[in-house]
């Protein structure tokens, strides 16, 4: 208990002054973007997907005490793959302990962790939600600081059961991802004992003879149930559902109650702060008050933080910054300020984190909820807990 | 004999009523509470009995007892002031503005100088209570919060949230001499003879740090039973007055703990409500007042005992708590 403990203390006038360098790299593919729209049309937006790269300098800026302080100087690349070009070329002159965070799509995304696993720099998942990711990548080089759809539906579904809304309808969409994510909140329905009343697929139409899968009211019509789950990945058909169920009950997952893993009105836990340092810290780019960082911008953020942050956890001394030593570190931690820290799952190198319940305004509430308790971590009631993954990397 | 029950039915009121007068005599005291959300002052008693409401500015937070013993000093965040209440007759005597963020203070008496964390500007400002010129500000990392001031007024610690650090500052050329690195997210601290405590609000634990070669020389680690380690998010350090007690609010574990100053041990976790975060002491040392932030209540605890002697509801987000005789 009374184990002396003496760690690095330094006055600020001793710094030595040849410090590390903090590699980091943010890979994108521009030209292989998709616009994510669904069917939509006539320039109708319903998702804002920003590029990451601003959460990055957000990140380091909020770290320039701590650079400071430990002789470290960031060097932020970014680089847009040509995807004419040979992906290992452009990536082989990035320095070979680098933090690097991907953000393209999911095809590219899978042959780069491949790459960079071959060079043995640490690869960031920042982007892609599903859990079968995490089971199928399992690499010492990978980790994921977006949270798993497994996440996300187990918050969901806590809150679902907290609430005492356990019989639920199940609307999903037509698309394999969609299929997919609705086979996973299907797992999470089951995991904590929900009820699931029926799985309905909508039709994106308005044809009569389809009526009984694309007019909301007769899709939520002729079952029981507390609550309408929607899944609908490209936000097509499930934003229509709210206030034309046939019964009034409320309406969660993709739209209605949506779990995230950030808000612009998350009121405790300093992210006020946050939030406010994200609009403003660039004086040459400042965004207005209803912006704020979207899941895979935190993921950004989250991923440099945890490694800045844990240069206080881990006390690896002032002179030197190794990524890979970080990551793989059991101290490595991350203020997330969502009020519980952040810190990596070792059997998938998934970052554990809190998931709030959100509306378009308000953060419901901040999954787990009380009573969902877990023997080692307060957050593993959320995802694919050791028992459950494929990936058993430690 | 029905009548002379009655008489021992009046005899025991009696003597339950002078008890009781002397027992609130010897126990009364008066603490003013902030709330940040409701924007207001609650006076509370001896029995958590709201004595006073007055609205009082934009998300009052950190509070400190001024240089007059009918003094309270209070940081208007919102407001960006920092204002000087009188209690006794409950107007606002003095304003201190372009105090931005103000969060929390700390007072000099000897050197009527006033210390205060501005949150949103990484910066601290120290104040002279008697001009009102502001003598310093002195550069920290982002989000400061607590800030402390040796007793001989010729240092001064503010940590840093989201540096996870502690500087150092010599109060004379308000120059920084020091940084001490602390867990994440350093919130409070509180000076106690030649040692720094430090809350680390997301590390979980209270670091103790020599004041002399800045090195840490202890920790304390919390383990309420039911709770895992992440949910301890300590906030308040509170030493009682004979030197024996510290007293560690734990946030989201929803206790406060009692630790053994000579030997670290952890004597007693007591259950108060929801996101423990700020402590007061009466002056005679026998009550324990904790502010719960999520259930916007308070829990007044009787320390020879070591159990809550009653919960009541304080305004929104209660903040920060002074008691007064």
Redesign the interface.
Same mark, same amino acid.
């Given at each position: 208990?009374?184990?002396?403990?003496?760690?690095?203390?330094?006055? $600020?006038m001793s710094l030595n002054a040849h410090g590390a360098e903090f590699h980091i790299a943010i890979i994108t593919a521009s030209d292989q973007e998709q616009p994510v729209r669904g069917q939509s049309f006539a320039g109708i937006q319903t998702q804002i997907d920003r590029p990451v790269h601003r959460a990055a300098e957000l990140a380091l800026h909020? %770290?320039s005490?701590?650079f400071s302080?430990f002789n470290i100087t960031p060097v932020l690349r970014a680089i847009n793959l040509d995807a004419s070009a040979n992906y290992h070329s452009q990536l082989k002159g990035l320095h070979p302990d680098s933090l690097v965070i991907v953000d393209t799509p999911e095809d590219t995304f899978i042959e780069l962790t491949h790459i960079l696993n071959q060079l043995g720099l640490i690869t960031v998942n920042v982007r892609h939600t599903s859990p079968h990711l995490r089971d199928s990548l399992c690499m010492e080089t990978l980790y994921h600081t977006i949270p798993s759809d497994r996440m996300y539906f187990d918050a969901l579904v806590q809150f679902l059961i907290y609430s005492n809304w356990r019989k639920v309808l199940v609307i999903h969409g037509p698309s394999e991802v969609d299929h997919a994510r609705a086979e996973t909140l299907n797992n999470s329905l089951l995991k904590f004992g929900a009820d699931v009343s029926d799985v309905r697929e909508f039709t994106l139409s308005h044809h009569p003879d389809d009526r009984d899968n694309n007019k909301p009211e007769f899709i939520t019509g002729g079952a029981s149930y507390d609550v309408v789950a929607v899944v609908d990945t490209a936000r097509d058909f499930g934003r229509y559902i709210q206030y034309r169920t046939r019964r009034a009950r409320p309406v969660v997952g993709d739209v209605g109650l949506v779990p995230r893993g950030w808000h612009r009105t998350l009121e @405790?836990y300093?992210a006020p702060?946050l939030n406010? @340092?994200y609009r403003v810290f660039d004086s040459q780019t400042q965004l207005p008050a209803s912006e704020a960082m979207s899941d895979a911008e935190f993921a950004t953020w989250s991923a440099i933080k945890l490694i800045t942050?844990s240069l206080?956890?881990i006390?690896t001394g002032t002179e030197s910054l190794s990524v890979k030593s970080i990551m793989e570190h059991p101290d490595a931690?991350?203020?997330l300020y969502k009020?519980?820290?952040g810190?990596v799952r070792r059997w998938n190198h998934q970052l554990r984190q809190p998931i709030l319940l959100t509306t378009a305004d308000a953060v419901i509430a901040v999954a787990p909820m009380p009573k969902f308790l877990?023997p080692?971590?307060?957050?593993d009631t959320l995802g694919l807990d050791e028992p459950e993954s494929v990936c058993q990397l430690d | 004999m029905v009548y002379s029950r009655k008489l021992h039915g009046v005899q025991a009121g009696l003597t339950a009523c002078l008890a009781m007068m002397l027992f609130s005599q010897a126990y009364a005291f008066e603490a003013y509470i902030t709330n940040e959300r409701s924007g207001d002052l609650v006076s509370i008693d001896y029995d958590g009995k709201a004595v006073h409401v007055q609205p009082i500015c934009n998300r009052p937070r950190g509070m400190v007892k001024g240089l007059e013993s009918n003094q309270l000093l209070i940081a208007c965040s919102d407001d960006n002031k920092v204002i000087r209440l009188n209690i006794q007759t409950q107007v606002v005597e003095q304003t201190f503005d372009n105090m931005r963020g103000a969060m929390t203070l700390a007072i000099h008496r000897a050197s009527h100088r006033l210390f205060i964390t501005n949150?949103?500007e990484a910066q601290a400002t120290v104040l002279d209570l008697r001009t009102g010129e502001v003598l310093a500000e002195l550069p920290?990392?982002?989000?400061p919060d607590g800030i402390a001031v040796t007793a001989d007024g010729t240092r001064i610690f503010v940590a %840093?949230?989201? $540096?996870?650090?502690v500087h150092v500052f010599d109060a004379a050329t308000y120059t920084?001499?020091?940084? #001490? #690195?602390?867990?994440?997210?350093p919130r409070r601290v509180a000076l106690l003879g030649d040692r720094l405590w430090v809350s680390s609000e997301?590390?979980?634990r209270v670091e103790i740090?020599s004041t002399d070669?800045?090195?840490?020389?202890?920790?304390v680690i919390f383990a309420p039973k039911g709770f @895992?380690s992440?949910?301890m998010?300590p906030v308040d350090i509170l030493f009682d007055h004979t030197g024996t007690l510290a007293f560690v609010a734990l946030g %989201?574990a929803n206790h406060v703990a009692f630790v053994n100053i000579e030997?670290?041990?952890i004597e007693k976790y007591i259950l108060v409500g929801r996101r423990a975060w700020g402590l007061g002491l009466s002056p005679d040392n026998q009550s324990l007042i904790v502010l719960n932030g999520?259930s916007d209540d308070f829990t007044i605890i009787d320390i020879e005992s070591r159990r809550p002697r009653v919960t009541r509801q304080a305004g929104l987000i209660p903040h920060a708590i002074e008691v007064f005789e």
């Open positions: 208990m009374r184990a002396l403990l003496i760690l690095c203390v330094l006055a $600020a909020e %770290s005490t701590s302080v @405790r300093g702060q406010e @340092r942050n206080n956890t006390g931690q991350v203020d009020g519980t820290r810190s877990h080692h971590h307060y957050v | 949150e949103g920290t990392g982002l989000e %840093s949230e989201n $540096a996870g650090l920084q001499t020091a940084t #001490i #690195i602390t867990h994440l997210r997301m590390g979980s740090f070669t800045y090195a840490k020389t202890d920790e @895992r992440e949910q998010t %989201s030997t670290l041990e999520l």
